[in-house]
């Protein structure tokens, strides 16, 4: 099958929210414009940029955050609390480090899923809250991307080794809203950005 927007190279994925299937060219396309997006509404990436720090935790966001930031020609610096091996920190030509210090963003590698799960939790307990998109120093560039995506991303790029995260019931109820209505999880970005529109406005 081929896809639905450049018509020419083989589709991936099934982005079933917009009713299209993707080649890997134009689903990377979409991606970038993505973070472009949430970068420049929220000022998240400082212009004078040097040293980055990741905070890693083997997620496939997080794997996605180094294979990005490691492209931008940046001094990035991984944080973990576990421990991560040296042939991750080759691929990516990333150091480890231990104090945050010097670094002047904190990327927290957050995703789609993560956003809106942080939602739902919040609206099941009472409260009306969303995942900031920046928080002082931490920045969440990747909000608006959905893991499934992410991942497809990561493995024509044959990076492995990411760890299925456990997000608990209120994840197992939006990917069933995903199911019944495809694009659930983007319309709490919507909604979101209406808010926040309103507040700014
Ligand atoms: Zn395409």
């Known amino acids: 099958m081929k896809c639905d927007l450049c018509l020419s190279r083989k589709a991936v994925i ?18 970038r ?6 970068t420049r509404r929220f000022d998240l990436i400082p212009k004078k940029l040097r040293k980055v720090g990741i905070l890693f935790d083997f997620s496939p966001t997080s794997f996605f955050a180094l294979y990005y930031f490691s492209r931008l020609g940046l ?16 691929r990516f030509g990333v150091q480890k480090a ?13 995703c ?3 956003f809106s799960t942080f939602f739902l939790e919040n609206l099941f307990e009472g409260k009306f809250r969303f995942l900031r998109p920046k ?19 990561l ?31 983007f319309s709490i970005v919507g909604l979101f950005e209406k808010l926040e529109s309103r507040s700014l406005g």
């Open 112 to 114: 789609l899923d993560d």
């Open 155 to 185: 493995k024509f790029r044959g990076i492995r080794g990411f760890r299925k995260v456990r997000r608990g019931k209120c994840y197992e109820f939006m990917l069933k809203a995903e199911e019944i209505r495809p694009g659930s999880m």
């Open 33 to 38: 414009r993505r973070i472009a997006r949430v």
């Open 98 to 110: 231990k104090k945050s210090r010097g670094m002047e963003i904190l990327v927290d590698p957050k």
């Open 75 to 90: 001094e990035t610096f991984l944080l973990s609390k576990e421990k991560v091996s040296n042939r991750i920190l080759r």
């Open 14 to 31: 099934e982005l079933e929210y917009l009713g299209k299937s993707v080649c890997i060219n134009c689903l990377e396309r979409i991606t």
């Open 135 to 153: 928080d002082r120093r931490i920045v969440r560039p990747f909000i608006y991307l959905p893991e499934k995506e992410i991942i497809t991303l």
